[in-house]
T-cell receptor, first 110, second 113 residues
Framework: GENVEQHPSTLSVQEGDSAVIKCTYS??????FPWYKQELGKRPQLIID?????GEKKDQRIAVTLNKTAKHFSLHITETQPEDSAVYFC?????????FGTGTSLTVIP | DSGVTQTPKHLITATGQRVTLRCSPR?????VYWYQQSLDQGLQFLIQ???????AKGNILERFSAQQFPDLHSELNLSSLELGDSALYFC????????????FGSGTRLTVV
């Protein structure tokens, strides 16, 4: 099955700085790469996703890049705000299943 | 509100007991997925059902079982509970048998004492 690795496990940034979270995957057949944000005790919520026929996607302060050759994808958050503090999960998959990374706990320091 | 409803929100039970968690998918969704999230852990996929049939199985213990009913709601049964089963259990649903359009419910927090 798919193996998704996520780094770093924890990340602290100053408010206004950028944050980058990276994931690698093992199955070259994977074609769907969502990112989820989970606040403490709450459900994971989809914040952005990308499919394998696209190299980059942006939504306001959030962007995701995908390198299919290297089998890695990244989440970029610019102009971070305290409310961006949460755990972020990447996932990689195909069709009826995807596999999650182990999560990155992001803290934005005011 | 994601449209995926999980009940109960909280559950406290003793070791050795059996519990049932319920999930109602978003209207129109045919697939239901179950996940376990232990403290400070990621999301561990347990099992998927599509239109009443088991579609994929992950790291689900033999003490755990699930089913999806004709009205598409799903139940996750956990038996012979151990302290280590304490976790958040999430259900997610998607419109088809694929992961596109996937959304999570708010979870059931299970505490085994």
């Amino acid at each position: 099955g798919e193996n998704v690795e996520q780094h770093p496990s924890t990340l602290s940034v100053q408010e206004g700085d950028s944050a980058v979270i990276k994931c690698t995957y093992s199955d070259s057949a994977s074609n769907y790469f969502p990112w989820y944000k989970q606040e403490l005790g709450k459900r994971p919520q989809l914040i952005i996703d990308i499919r394998s026929n696209v190299g980059e996607k942006k939504d306001q302060r959030i962007a995701v890049t995908l390198n299919k050759t290297a089998k890695h994808f990244s989440l970029h958050i610019t102009e971070t705000q305290p409310e961006d503090s949460a755990v972020y999960f990447c996932a990689a998959g195909i069709d009826n299943q995807f596999y999650f990374g182990t999560g990155t706990s992001l803290t934005v320091i005011p | 509100d994601s449209g995926v409803t999980q009940t109960p929100k909280h559950l406290i039970t003793a070791t050795g007991q059996r519990v049932t968690l319920r999930c109602s998918p978003r209207s129109g969704d045919l697939s239901v997925y179950w996940y376990q999230q232990s403290l400070d852990q990621g999301l561990q996929f347990l099992i998927q059902y599509y239109n009443g049939e088991e579609r994929a199985k992950g790291n689900i213990l033999e003490r755990f079982s699930a089913q999806q009913f004709p009205d598409l709601h799903s139940e996750l049964n956990l038996s012979s509970l151990e302290l280590g089963d304490s976790a958040l259990y999430f259900c997610a649903s998607s419109p088809s048998g694929t992961v596109y359009g996937y959304t999570f419910g708010s979870g059931t927090r299970l505490t085994v004492v």
